[in-house]
């Protein structure tokens, strides 16, 4: 008989190693972290955003998904507008002449910030290839009675992850107390956003 514990491990594990790659969503986290800026309403939604995603994938919504490969275009085309949109901004913020003050005001309206929360989640392919049709691949080669502790599993290293990433990083606030930091920061995010930009197209377009 399988232990109990085997597939709340597996899920959490690989869902873990997914989710730690530096990308689009991550980055937006640690600087609204940075920023104290509606960290616990965007960490409670990367989390459950993932845990859904998780669990669609694991109920069979990955098979689906493969079926219909204009949609994946779709995504890729209108997650490409919106990074390269976000990397330009971030470039634009680099060159500023004035310096971010790292405060417990919010520069953004929560409104915003959820509306970018979902952009950066939803407009993404890869977080579909992570979520529901890898997690999902793996979660449905568990035993049936078994698969809500895979995604239990899987949900609770999102939500570990992504608190862990907006909630720890105020402890980067006296480095970020520089402006240069802040200049390094929007350079790695516009860099990295123009970038994921670019290899989406490319995708969609072949």
């Not at 594990?13 to 640690?30: C, D, E, K, P, R």
């Not at 200049?183 to 989406?200: F, H, K, N, Q």
């Amino acid at each position: 008989m399988t232990n109990p514990l085997t597939p709340f491990v597996t899920g959490f594990a690989l869902s873990a190693a997914l989710i730690m790659a530096i990308g689009a969503q991550n980055l937006f986290v640690l600087r609204q972290g940075l920023r104290r800026e509606h960290v616990g309403a965007i960490v409670l939604f990367c989390g459950c955003a993932d845990a859904v995603l998780i669990a669609l994938g694991v109920g069979g919504l990955g098979a689906l998904l493969s079926l219909v490969p204009a949609l994946t275009t779709i995504l890729s085309l209108g997650g490409a507008g919106f990074l390269g949109w976000y990397g330009v901004k971030a470039l634009q913020r680099m060159a500023a002449s004035e310096t971010l003050i790292v405060s417990d005001g919010g520069a953004i309206t929560l409104g915003s910030a959820l509306a970018s929360t979902a952009a950066f989640t939803f407009l993404n392919p890869h977080v579909y290839l992570d979520t529901v049709l890898l997690m999902g691949a793996a979660g449905s080669a568990q035993p049936l009675a078994l698969r809500p502790l895979f995604v239990a599993g899987a949900a609770c290293a999102s939500f570990t992850w992504f608190t862990a990433l907006g909630y720890g990083a105020r402890l980067l606030v006296p480095l970020f107390a520089r402006p240069m930091a802040w200049r390094v920061l929007d350079a790695v995010v516009g860099i990295t956003m123009l970038s994921l930009a670019v290899s989406l197209a490319l995708t969609a377009l072949r």
